[in-house]
């Protein structure tokens, strides 16, 4: 029925008469729409080309080429400068130069000549320490929730900020690879504010383990602090509170992480050895203090006062 039904509503509405000026509205308008439709598509499909670029150059650790996608200007929410953030990119390659990146885009949003992209993004390396005389081989993995800023400077698009919402990494070597284990941290606190670290493992039986949680702001170059180890508790798991610095800078929680495992030999001995090591790390994003908001209260308050 509704097949049957279908032109002969599109006949009869093709018999209403309408006004010339109504007429000549309605296509100006639709015409717009579908314009603007259009640039809409192509502003999206040049923002993917953009970071279609950016993965592939990153993977094939060309640095001039990715350098030439951001703005001179840029900036992300730690303050790294385009100096210092192409240095740490520089250095990552270095230490791990089989590492290899994934992105995934979320989100497109454009005004004009600027945009913002998310994406969700990757990071997978191996690795391998000599440690005494053992071969002590890693792997290393990394996950962030990053908001990409654009500005289009002519028919370019560059990135001019990036803003971390959320950032995981794990390095393991030896056993440590096999374990589940996970340090959990807020994404975002206030400058000063206390906060919970929790470092929770998954061990089987025969496997004990020993763990230090520590916090680090990021800044430049990195500082290190000194780990105090502890044992952990029955239910497997450690933590530890922390206050924000107000500092005005973001800052990592770490974990390093020891697996100790025993085994029986000769029937009555027992062997206990270290069979692999973590170093966890989280992100903890914090807003730094406003001095210069006073409520109206305060005000009145003072004035008062002051008489």
């Not at 209403?16 to 015409?31: C, D, E």
């Not at 005004?111 to 890693?138: C, I, N, R």
């Not at 780990?227 to 974990?255: C, G, H, P, W």
Request: charged residues 25%.
């Amino acid at each position: 029925m509704k097949k049957l039904l279908l032109p002969l509503l599109i006949g009869t509405a093709l018999t209403i008469n309408f006004a010339p000026a109504a007429h000549a509205g309605f296509f100006a308008v639709q015409k717009a729409r579908i314009e603007k439709s259009r640039e809409a598509k192509n502003t999206k499909a040049e923002l993917r080309d953009l970071f279609v670029k950016q993965l592939e150059y990153t993977n094939n650790k060309n640095l001039d080429k990715l350098s030439s996608l951001y703005a001179e200007t840029f900036v992300n929410n730690d303050g790294f400068d385009k100096k210092v953030y192409f240095k740490l990119v520089k250095d990552t390659w270095k230490n791990y130069p089989d590492i290899m990146y994934g992105t995934t885009i979320r989100d497109i949003q454009f005004d004009g000549d600027y945009a913002y992209v998310q994406a969700y993004e990757t990071a997978l390396s191996t690795t391998e320490e000599t440690v005494g005389s053992l071969q002590a081989y890693g792997e290393l993995t990394s996950e962030a929730n990053t908001i990409y800023y654009l500005q289009k400077f002519g028919k370019e698009w560059k990135i001019i900020s990036e803003q971390v919402l959320n950032e995981k990494s794990a390095l393991k070597y030896g056993d440590a690879r096999f374990i589940k284990m996970d340090l959990n941290t807020p994404e975002i606190v206030n400058a000063g504010q206390a906060y919970t670290a929790s470092l929770d493992l998954e061990l089987s039986e025969d496997e004990d383990a020993i763990a230090s949680i520590d916090r680090q702001i990021i800044i430049h170059p990195q500082q290190q602090s000194e780990e105090s180890f502890r044992q952990i508790s029955d239910d497997n798991t450690l933590e530890r509170m922390f206050y924000a610095n107000k500092n005005n800078v973001n800052e990592y929680t770490t974990a390093s992480v020891g697996i100790a495992r025993s085994e029986i030999y000769d029937k009555t001995k027992v062997r206990v050895y270290v069979s692999g090591v973590a170093f966890l790390m989280t992100r903890v994003n914090v807003i730094p203090q406003n001095k210069h908001i006073t409520l109206e209260e305060e005000n009145e308050e003072n004035a008062q006062q002051d008489k």
